[in-house]
């Protein structure tokens, strides 16, 4: 079976800066775009998140880890750009994986986030 890189993207939003509620959004997230994809460690290249600069508690990528230490998936994380009307306390990630040929990726966007794409959401 042939099998190529693909690259799948999900966002959350949060209702407040709080090191729990990023925790739990991003294991959530994680979770769901895993569930949504049948990603499991092994096919994955590595994730990326990006956070807005109203969220200060906690590094996404270390939330992730928060759950297994030896995390095996390089994780990185940024700030987001600031631009006019941005969606504030938002988190994104993409995760890049490898997957049969025919897979199409499922893209994840919860809460408030569902208004960045809401033709996929």
Do not use: W
């Not at 799948?8 to 959530?28: S, W």
């Not at 949504?36 to 508690?57: G, Q």
């Amino acid at each position: 079976m042939e099998r190529r890189l693909f690259a799948v993207r999900a966002a959350t939003q949060l209702n407040r800066d709080n090191r729990g509620e990023i925790i739990e959004a991003v294991c959530d997230m994680y979770d769901r775009v895993c569930e949504a994809n049948a990603l499991s460690v092994p096919d994955m290249v590595s994730i990326m998140f990006t956070m807005t600069s109203d969220l200060r508690s906690a590094n996404p990528a270390t939330a992730l880890r928060s759950r297994d230490e030896r995390f095996e998936v390089p994780l990185f994380c940024m700030q987001e750009p600031e631009v006019d009307n941005m969606l504030e306390r938002t988190i994104r990630l993409i995760i890049h994986y490898y997957a049969p040929e025919h897979h199409s990726p499922k893209a994840i966007y919860l809460h408030g986030a569902t208004k960045l794409r809401p033709d996929l959401s």
